[in-house]
């Protein structure tokens, strides 16, 4: 038997059921999309799960979603996610505010020490033993009718988000990391929004080898390409590509020869783009070259290598005692500014680095300064063990 649900494609029938979302002070929700041919992605499906059972909302079929958006930002509303990235977005592209409690079960499970980042169906089968259907993986969303399989499959993604939330908040609760959980939450919105609204054209692969009057095309073509494509409702890399942009970039030449000249740029697509190209290259080197967008760093060049190597060892190793996923603590550049931060003569006049700030001090930030400080050795403790290391206190061995 599939997965029991409503299906809402009216506005009334809607407006009727959002109203009764009021009662329930946790919710869950999902979403299909499609997002390989439009600016931003389209939203096709919303299910949501309540105490009540579970709903499915045709967005194509209405108009107004105001009102379950702005139930999202209750406050005294838990909604639950998985992997809630998109989904955040669209209640914030709708509301420009971000949802104040939300419950992120990839994210929570990752602190109680399973996989991370893990899939839905990884983290149901974990949970609650539960096998999910894939067969509708690849569906077009935007497609109607929809068959019922598909609606069904599209459920299944919510029918067992309360179960698990209940199973992962309870669990974080016992552990003393449900506010960690909070904390990393209300970071993680913060930064998704930050980068819904500003210009990324420092994030371009290749970007960092420009410089000068360089970076003012870059910039100058991100934007362009930025624009038209929202205009157009097309993703920006059908206009231009990233590693053309760049090159274009670092050329410098608006002249329409050199322009048409460039392998790729001979594709009917992009061609007819060349003159406009011209111009935003041209106007853009009259332009001041941009500030590079602030990220704190600590000391110059890297650290020596067998060091960072010897604090992801002991990385591991904590995070294996602890029970949490080392993917959802550092990555190999907090390290780096991590010993940076420590042996910089300099460092109490900067804002510390990642891993020396709220719950990711509490849980690796003693003992890495230790290991720096040589008051804690690494030793082999069993070399069949998946973590064949320990620690060995080196002020108890002396005494």
């Not at 205009?231 to 053309?244: A, M, T």
């Not at 060049?301 to 190793?317: E, H, I, V």
């Not at 042996?343 to 900067?350: G, K, V």
């Amino acid at each position: 038997m599939g997965t029991v649900f409503s299906w809402i494609d009216n506005q009334s029938e809607l407006d009727t059921w959002v109203e009764s979302l009021a009662q329930f002070p946790l919710i869950a929700f999902d979403t299909e999309f499609v997002s390989e041919d439009s600016y931003r992605p389209i939203l096709c499906l919303i299910q949501v799960a309540t105490p009540d059972g579970i709903a499915v909302i045709d967005p194509l079929a209405v108009e107004d979603l105001s009102g379950f958006w702005r139930t999202l930002l209750n406050p005294e509303k838990t909604v639950v996610v998985h992997a809630g990235r998109e989904e955040s977005l669209f209640c914030y592209r709708a509301t420009e505010c971000q949802i104040p409690n939300l419950f992120d079960v990839q994210v929570a499970a990752g602190f109680l020490g399973m996989e991370y980042p893990a899939s839905y169906g990884k983290v149901v089968h974990r949970i609650v033993g539960k096998t999910l259907d894939k067969e509708e993986t690849r569906s077009d969303w935007r497609l109607r009718p929809l068959s019922r399989h598909q609606l069904e499959y599209a459920a299944q993604d919510v029918r067992d988000l309360l179960d698990i939330y209940q199973s992962l908040s309870d669990r974080l609760r016992k552990h003393n990391r449900l506010e960690w959980l909070i904390d990393e939450t209300r970071i993680r919105q913060a930064e998704l929004y930050a980068f819904e609204s500003s210009e990324n054209w420092h994030r371009l692969s290749g970007i960092s080898s420009l410089s000068g009057q360089s970076l003012s095309v870059a910039r100058g073509l991100w934007n362009w390409r930025d624009s038209l494509a929202k205009e157009k409702n097309v993703p920006p890399r059908r206009i231009l590509r990233d590693d053309l942009l760049v090159e274009l970039a670092r050329r410098g030449s608006f002249d329409h020869k050199h322009l048409t000249s460039l392998r790729g740029m001979e594709y009917r697509n992009t061609r007819s783009w060349i003159p406009a190209i011209s111009d935003v290259i041209q106007n853009s080197l009259q332009t001041p070259p941009p500030i590079w967008p602030k990220k704190q760093r600590y000391g110059k060049g890297q650290p020596p290598g067998m060091l960072t190597q010897f604090l992801s060892a002991a990385m591991a190793y904590i995070c294996h005692q602890k029970h949490i996923s080392p993917m959802l603590v550092a990555t190999s550049d907090d390290l780096r500014d991590f010993v940076q931060f420590r042996l910089d003569p300099h460092a109490n006049t900067q804002e510390p680095p990642t891993l020396l700030q709220g719950w990711r001090a509490e849980l690796v930030g003693r003992e890495l300064d230790d290991l720096l400080a040589g008051n804690l050795a690494i030793v082999l403790d069993n070399p069949k063990s998946e973590i064949p290391i320990r620690f060995l206190d080196v002020n108890k061995v002396k005494r």
